[in-house]
C-alpha cells in the first residue's frame, strides 16, 4: 500500500512539473504552452504531490 501510495504521489508531482514548464514555456506542443495559469496549476499540484509524498512516508 506505502508503495501505491508513494507512486501515484510521484505521478501527481511529475504531472505538476511538466504542467508548469509548459506554462512558462519551456515544453511546447500544447495548447498550454505559454499560458501563466497552468504554471500555478502546475506549482499547486507539485505541492499536492509533495504532500502526499510526506503523508505516504511518515510513520505510523
Known amino acids: ?7 501515484l504521489a510521484l505521478i501527481v508531482l511529475a504531472m505538476g512539473a511538466l504542467w508548469s514548464l509548459q506554462g512558462i514555456g519551456v515544453v511546447g506542443g500544447s495548447f498550454m504552452t505559454g499560458q501563466s495559469q497552468w504554471l ?20 505510523p
Open 1 to 7: 500500500m506505502r508503495l501505491t501510495k508513494n507512486l
Open 40 to 59: 500555478y496549476i502546475g506549482l499547486a499540484a507539485m505541492l499536492a504531490g509533495l504532500a502526499g509524498l510526506v503523508w505516504a512516508n511518515r510513520s
